[in-house]
């Protein structure tokens, strides 16, 4: 979908709550809505999708040839089977600069089959998800689907317990199931 085609102005604004208030650096994004889709679009200067964690850091992504997309679609943690609400990736010539999803219903509870999907992603691809809370799973005729692809993902190889309960997987907000698995993993390395 390119950017261009959009007709952003016509959109109604999407509120959303700044995760670290006044100064967010996430201000550089913005949610539109229309009947059908909630966009997501970044500034130039928004570099988080672009992201993911190796040890105590952040560590751009690299792309190699390939268009930079989002992270953690590209490192292919991201696919049908747990991101089924994803509609399409907003491009401005080479650059992504949001994406689309449906419109979807809110969930307070993440069920068991969804949890076991997203986990079975993790560990083959080696990478977990920072923000596995219920804010950030969605449900659509009965299809659970992650709704926040920028996301940083966090290596498993490189996992530093300190720096994930600081600012990653081990936050209290991440599913209990999700982060006790996680735990288990590292403890018997």
């Known amino acids: ?20 208030g006044t100064g967010d650096p996430n201000q550089e994004r913005q949610f539109y ?7 997501k679009l970044w500034s130039p200067r928004y570099s988080v999708k672009d992201m993911y964690i190796t ?15 989002i992270a953690s679609i590209d490192i292919g943690f991201m696919n049908r089977n747990i991101a089924s609400a994803l509609v ?24 068991q089959n969804f949890y076991e999907q997203v986990l079975k ?5 080696g990478y977990f ?3 596995f809370c219920t804010k950030n799973v969605c449900e659509i005729n009965g299809v659970y689907s992650l709704i926040d692809y920028d996301t ?11 720096f994930e309960v600081k600012s ?8 209990v199931r999700y982060r006790d698995k996680i735990m288990s993993l590292i403890v018997k390395e």
């Not at 979908?1 to 670290?20: I, N, S």
């Not at 992603?121 to 691809?125: F, H, I, M």
Request: proline letters at 5%; one cysteine or more.
């Open 1 to 20: 979908m390119k950017f261009d085609d959009l007709p952003v102005k016509q959109w109604e604004k999407y509120p959303f709550k700044l995760a670290w």
């Open 33 to 39: 809505v229309d009947d059908h889709y909630i966009y």
């Open 55 to 69: 040890g105590n850091k952040y560590s751009k992504w690299d792309y190699g040839n390939r268009p930079k997309s």
């Open 88 to 111: 399409d990736l907003i491009w401005q010539g080479e650059q992504c600069v949001g994406y689309v999803t449906e419109k979807r219903n809110k969930v307070t509870k993440i069920p």
């Open 121 to 125: 992603q993790s560990l083959k691809t």
């Open 129 to 131: 998800y920072v923000d």
């Open 152 to 162: 940083p993902l966090t290596e498993l190889a490189s996992l530093n317990y300190d």
């Open 168 to 175: 990653g997987v081990f936050r209290n907000h991440v599913d």
